[in-house]
């Protein structure tokens, strides 16, 4: 059985997590401000490099697009980010990524509350991502780089 916690970006509370909360968990994204995301880790003490332990997931609620989520193998490895369709569309949702660079991203990055909820119980239950679900390398995707960060 594989133990997890999760915080948010920022919390110092860690709370341990089991596969009946991922819906209260998820849902509770909704409620935060856009990009608030969480992390679910092993239930474990950091490693002697003072960082998390693999693997882990990252979940974070974009308003009128849905939720972004994202998996880590280990700290050697890209990331994957959940799609609704390995089929993207050109970039076109707005990314503040922490005020260092803003991009554009295809739509199909952001996945309606049931995807990420299958995602994040599969992880919970069995420490990996659903291979029942689309997922796509972080350097595989279609991206731009956009001017200032707009207001809107």
Do not use: C
């Not at 909704?30 to 608030?36: G, K, L, T, V």
């Not at 890209?78 to 993207?88: I, K």
């Amino acid at each position: 059985m594989h133990k997890f916690k999760v915080t948010t970006i920022g919390a110092a509370e860690v709370e341990l997590i089991q596969g009946n909360d991922a819906t209260k968990v998820l849902k509770s994204l909704s409620s935060r401000p856009n990009w608030d995301a969480l992390q679910v880790l092993p239930d474990v003490e950091p490693g002697l490099d003072g960082h998390w332990q693999f693997p882990r997931l990252s979940a974070s609620w974009l308003e009128g697009r849905g939720y972004e989520v994202q998996y880590y193998e280990s700290a050697q490895s890209d990331s994957d980010f959940l799609v609704t369709s390995p089929d993207l569309s050109e970039p076109e949702v707005y990314i503040d990524l922490g005020g260092q660079t803003q991009e554009l991203w295809p739509r199909q990055l952001f996945v309606p509350f049931e995807l990420a909820e299958n995602a994040l119980m599969f992880f919970l239950q069995n420490g990996g991502e659903d291979p029942a679900l689309h997922w796509i390398d972080i350097g595989a995707f279609p991206r731009r780089t956009v001017g200032p960060r707009r207001t809107s």
